[in-house]
């Protein structure tokens, strides 16, 4: 089995729904991140989690929300999403010292 | 802020040939650097990282980097890629005394024909 397990791996959306990307782990890591990569422009941080009471925006927060429900599971939501947040997701895990990230297969995004 | 530059955004070889991707970061103060390989339709992997110590630095798949701190570089070089490197590739950087942030840079694509 997978370190970083995202769900769903692909998913078609209209303009306007909610939607929530999943991610668990099994490292037993504190940290998390959500990425959003986009061509041309790298991976770009969204939110990231050091525990479940520790919740931080990263570069590019607006339109995006999370919630860490335990130490394994970290989701990104999309309150009403819009075709600019077309893009694939990422999310990764890290030791307390950030010695290596672990990422997720990746969620294929489409708002259309 | 820190934040990371891959001025290579696309690169073309034939196999065999030598690379080199370029990647400079903006910080000023202590650094840990990484390189990230993305395969086709794959998950990032690590591909070698540099904390401290000796500045050149051995990955994986015979990848190696070179810390270049006046110049505030790690480029990533393998002297002789193959058709199996073709990949997208990435330099990351995080404070050394704050780890909390991992940065990414844009990425190069490297395509390799046989």
């Known amino acids: 089995d997978a370190d970083v397990t995202q769900t769903p791996r692909n998913r078609i959306t209209k303009t306007g729904k909610r939607i929530m990307l999943e991610c668990s782990q099994t490292k037993g890591h504190d940290r998390m991140y959500w990425y959003r990569q986009d061509p041309g422009l790298g991976l770009r941080l969204i939110y990231y989690s050091f525990d479940v009471k520790d919740i931080n925006k990263g570069e590019i927060s607006d339109g995006y929300s999370v919630s860490r429900q335990a130490q394994a599971k970290f989701s990104l939501s999309l309150e009403s999403a819009i075709p600019n947040q077309t893009a694939l997701y990422f999310c990764?895990?890290?030791?307390?010292?950030?010695?290596?990230?672990?990422f997720g297969q990746g969620t294929r995004l489409t708002v259309v | 802020a820190q934040s990371v530059s891959q001025h290579n955004h696309h690169v073309i070889l034939s196999e065999a040939a030598s690379l080199e991707l370029g990647c400079n970061y903006s910080y000023g103060g202590t650094v840990n650097l990484f390189w990230y390989v993305q395969y086709p339709g794959q998950h990032l992997q690590l591909l070698l990282k540099y904390f401290s110590g000796d500045p050149l630095v051995k990955g994986i798949k015979g990848f190696e980097a070179e810390f270049i701190k006046s110049k505030f570089s790690f480029n990533l070089r393998k002297p002789s890629v193959q058709w199996s490197d073709t990949a997208e590739y990435f330099c990351?950087?995080?404070?050394?005394?704050?780890?909390?942030?991992?940065?990414f840079g844009t990425g190069t694509r490297l395509q390799v024909f046989p």
């Open positions: 990351a950087v995080t404070a050394a005394y704050n780890t909390d942030k991992l940065i």
């Open positions: 990764a895990t890290s030791d307390i010292k950030n010695t290596e990230a672990f």
